[in-house]
T-cell receptor
């Protein structure tokens, strides 16, 4: 079974631009969560999507948004990029049924904002 | 104060040693406890998943949860150089409104197993 895939793996943008990251979950998983990982703050929860609906949201500004499609694939968008948005963005998928909610992570997209 | 505290290390041990990694937490609502391993420039890999207090063993790895003390541990027996990575603890609770869950992570402990 294929794991979680994320594209692109690396991105370089400049301040003020916007960026869209993509995530394909494990087949059969309907929940997709996004996390930001930085050396200073560690792994922080951005949001979770389930059946095309945002189910939970972390403490990030409105510049961070996402969506999920009917095939469970998800995209994350960051508008008006700031230097502090440089991070590894991780997507995790989960089955979330029968009380099991393990999250499996993709390799991440490393975003550098110049 | 962070919800989850984890010593960042680095922790250096000789090959074959028993490694003990720990996290403490403050939110008594946490019910699910996980350990992830993350190699440099890779995504986290789920190692152990436990629910409520007790022990769980999988090969060389043992996870312990003590909810009364709000303390979780991961033990690695017969450590190998390939175990050198950052180990992250993560926790979650059931979100009653709307369902779903989010993981709250520790900062990660960097482990190096030396030959």
């Amino acid at each position: 079974k294929a794991g979680v895939t994320q594209t692109p793996r690396y991105l370089i943008k400049t301040r003020g631009q916007q960026v869209t990251l993509s995530c394909s979950p494990i087949s059969g998983h309907r929940s997709v969560s996004w996390y930001q990982q930085t050396p200073g703050q560690g792994l922080q929860f951005l949001f979770e999507y389930f059946s095309e609906t945002q189910r939970n949201k972390g403490n990030f500004p409105g510049r961070f948004s996402g969506r999920q499609f009917s095939n469970s694939r998800s995209e994350m968008n960051v508008s008006t990029l700031e230097l502090g948005d440089s991070a590894l963005y991780l997507c995790a998928s989960s089955f979330t049924a029968g009380g099991r909610n393990e999250q499996f992570f993709g390799p991440g997209t490393r975003l550098t904002v110049l | 104060q962070k919800e989850v505290e984890q010593d960042p290390g680095p922790l250096s041990v000789p090959e074959g040693a028993i490694v003990s990694l720990n996290c403490t937490y403050s939110n008594s609502a946490f019910q699910y406890f996980m350990w992830y391993r993350q190699y440099s420039r890779k995504g986290p890999e789920l190692l152990m998943y436990t629910y409520s207090s007790g022990n769980k063993e999988d090969g060389r790895f043992t996870a312990q949860v003590d909810k009364s003390s709000k303390y979780i541990s991961l033990f690695i027996r017969d450590s190998q150089p390939s175990d050198s990575a950052t180990y992250l603890c993560a926790m979650s609770h059931i979100i009653l409104t709307g369902g779903g869950n989010k993981l709250t992570f520790g900062t990660g402990t960097q482990l190096k197993v030396e030959l």
